[in-house]
């Protein structure tokens, strides 16, 4: 089977598309629809050390197989977040499935 993705910005196009497929349903099926919104996000690395209090998150440590610590290690993560824009949408996104012939 074969698959038919098809990308488009205006909604006319895609309703003059999902009518044309629909004629087409001996050679087309599984029709669908998607919009597509762009939404931009901040990424950063962040380092969280153990300052001592008790709001902070604990250092990790790597254990020995005896229960011992070995290394201590401030936490390192990524966080990512979304920007406060909103873009509206960018598009539409119709996937279909072609029945061999």
């Known amino acids: 089977m074969l698959a038919l993705i098809i990308?488009?910005?205006n909604v006319l196009f895609i309703e003059a598309l999902i009518e044309f497929l629909c004629k087409c349903?001996?050679?087309?099926?599984?029709i669908r629809t998607f919009?597509?919104?762009?939404?931009?996000?901040?990424v950063r690395e962040e380092k969280l050390e153990d300052d001592g209090s008790n709001g902070s998150l604990p250092c990790?440590?790597?254990?020995?197989s005896d229960g011992g610590n070995l290394i201590s290690s401030p936490i390192s993560?990524?966080?990512a977040r979304p920007c406060g824009e909103a873009k509206g949408h960018t598009g539409y996104l119709t996937f279909s499935r072609l029945r061999c012939l």
Do not use: A, G, N
């Not at 919009?35 to 901040?42: D, F, G, I, S």
């Not at 990790?60 to 020995?64: D, S």
């Open 35 to 42: 919009e597509v919104l762009l939404r931009t996000y901040e």
């Open 25 to 30: 349903l001996s050679y087309v099926k599984d």
């Open 60 to 64: 990790k440590r790597k254990q020995c």
């Open 77 to 79: 993560s990524v966080m």
């Open 7 to 9: 990308y488009e910005t």
